[in-house]
């Protein structure tokens, strides 16, 4: 830590631009994730990657090159092949004389630079630029994925493919069809796959309608349309989903479900691949897990301070249930990883029963539900207590046994995390009342419930100060206290966000703690409304009220919030 003080770090604390309280909490956030400082400054927002990577490149004595202003010349590009700049994620940026500048994020790799110098047989000088501008770079100035662009194989695919009936679709399960046809879906398929990697894609959709076919990305929550394909291509494109995820290729009636392996560029990423028959044929979903997102920590989710100290102290403790609640795809499982990151240690027992296991978690025990050998949760939970567990995941808590068993799992001295899908905090109560557990027995097991939800972040490139209509600050009730010290951001739209104005998401949460008094309500069968008027008279933030925190501090919208959250009355 010391060797990074007189580095970089010390010209970004010289500079104002961090303290060195947020130097020790990336080191930390860097050494729990084994990932950079530099990379863990970024990630919990202290600095900007230019920031740092301007210090990094002064440190290094070294050019440091913004591309978002920079121009790289299309006779550069040619001079180095794509499938190198893509794999050590490096650009020629200039040829002075012979001599090459090739930009990369790493001044300690030598061992790229001389493979560099040994593959282009040329004098190789470097140049700093932040990893994520390189790579939006090479995707925008190669346009192309190994020689071929997206819309010149979806054009190669239409006009050659043949009309692939039924009996086609079963022949081509052994790949053997004609090569005319098989080979731009092969490519077309493995394009879909890459080009959503790039795109930061959470799922690629493909959706059959009575004329068309439709391709959509989920891009930080949000659906957006790629391609439109011939109807009469959906049965080629679905065969070669079902091939590469072990489908059944014959059955067309009822839903599937799959997984996918691939790699692309240097990421290892797995696929979980859902199929069910709709009116104009089978839609298939295809979800993408990269691995690098659980390597988050508690401090990266979006906490505020009070509620990270609150929920710091919380998954430190001995035993009882703590709960995360909310719809899929609203961060849950990061959230409930992030934790058991921060508790998984060599003196600690972890064991977790999930549905499906969606990431490999190193240290920690996994167990998948298998319903068709009635290993559901409620019976990993009973096995699992005979080893002896200090800490329990239950994936989620979906019917009275398995709530029954994480009950009695925390009030015999066991941490239990688990997940509801309810729409805040205190609905979860009642919840698990509905579902069979006795009011007494909730207030003695549960210790914490919290909420949560994802807005898209404003992107870091393009986003700008602005000065919010005054309608908007009256609709999402902005007081003049709140006015002096908020920093209103807005993303003009630019090449890295697709134009959107937005990258990356964050969590808000409504953190509920139980009390002694929140108890003695449920004792009394309080409803979920005067539970939760209780609970923001002792200080929780709600959900709508955490989501405007964020808005206020420049990190999102109005747009956002009222996407993602709901004004009720106590918020008024």
Known sequence: ?????????????????????????????????????????????????????????????????DLTKAEVSDEVIELMPESVARENVVLPFEDDAGQLTVLISNPGDVD?????????????????????????????LYGQIEGESADSILQE?????IDFTETVEEDMAGEESSDEGSAPIVRLVNLMI???????????????????????????????????????????????IKILSGIDIAERRRPQDGRIKVTVGDKELDL????????????????????DSIKVGVRQLGFSEENFMEFQKLIRRPNGIILVTGPTGSGKTTTLYAALNALNRPDRKIITAEDPVEYYLPGINQ????????????????????QAPNIILVGEMRDAETVSMGVQASLTGHLVFSTLHTNDAPSAITRMVDMGVPGYLVASSVVSILAQRLVRTICPKCRARYTPPERDIVEFGITEEQLKDAKFMKGRGCNSCQKTGYKGRIAVFEMMMLDSNVRELIFANATTAEIRKYAISRGMK????????????????FEEVARVTKKTEQDA
């Open 367 to 386: 167990v998948q539900v298998r319903h068709k050998i009635g290993l559901d949760f409620a019976r990993i939970i009973r096995s699992m207590l005979r």
């Open 157 to 161: 695919f239409t006009d050659t493919a």
């Open 542 to 557: 709600t959900l709508y009220q955490d989501a405007i925190r964020k808005v206020l501090a420049g990190y999102s919208t």
């Open 194 to 240: 890459t080009e959503a990697v790039q795109l930061r894609a959470s799922d690629i959709h493909v959706e059959p309608f009575e004329e068309r076919v439709r391709i959509r990305y989920r891009i930080d929550g949000v659906l957006h349309e790629r391609d439109k394909l011939p109807r009469r291509q959906l049965a080629a494109v679905l065969s070669r």
């Open 1 to 65: 830590m010391g060797d990074e003080l007189k580095g970089f770090a010390k010209i970004l604390i010289d500079r104002k631009v961090i303290t060195k309280e947020m130097f020790v909490d990336a080191a930390q956030t860097a050494k729990t994730t084994s990932g950079e400082v530099s990379e863990a400054l970024v990630k919990l927002g202290y600095a900007t990657d230019v920031e740092v990577m301007k210090a990094v490149a002064e440190v290094n004595q070294l050019d440091f090159v």
């Open 272 to 291: 979980r691949v859902s199929i069910i028959p709709t009116n104009h044929g089978q839609s298939a979903v295809m979800r993408l897990l990269d691995k």
């Open 112 to 140: 790229t630079m001389e493979k560099l110098r040994f593959i282009l047989n040329r004098d190789i000088k470097i140049a700093l630029a932040p990893r994520a501008h390189i790579l939006e770079s090479i995707n925008r």
